[in-house]
């Protein structure tokens, strides 16, 4: 068995390397870019850790922080909006852990 068939398919190739050129994506503007949801969800979290004293959302807008750190596209607008929601999850767990406990419900 001759392996010619390798020979064969290259002849007859139809494709052009040399006219290959590499793929360059389009520029977007900062307006036409998806929403960062992580970024809202870490905003929401926050405010709501904030306000209704709730460890868990506080928690987790710092992790929806990181999300959205690390998937960050618009430097300018996604920063503010990271920096926004860190406050809040931190002004969250430094009022769950470090502020005055919240009375307890009477039975």
């Not at 050129?21 to 979290?45: C, M, N, W």
């Not at 807008?61 to 990271?82: P, T, V």
């Not at 929601?85 to 931190?90: E, G, L, S, T």
Request: with cysteine; charged share 15%; hydrophobic share 45%.
């Amino acid at each position: 068995m001759s392996h010619s068939h390798g020979n064969v398919s290259s002849a007859n190739d139809p494709r052009q390397p040399l006219a290959a050129k590499p793929y360059t994506p389009r520029p977007v503007a900062p307006e036409d870019l998806p929403v960062d949801y992580s970024g809202f969800i870490a905003v929401i979290l926050g405010v709501s850790g904030v306000m209704f004293r709730y460890k868990i959302c506080s928690w987790l807008a710092i992790i929806f922080c990181a999300q959205s750190l690390a998937n960050m596209r618009n430097l300018e607008n996604d920063l503010k909006q990271i920096s926004m929601a860190m406050m809040f999850a931190v002004m969250g767990l430094v009022t769950n852990y470090l502020g005055p406990n919240r009375p307890a419900a009477k039975k």
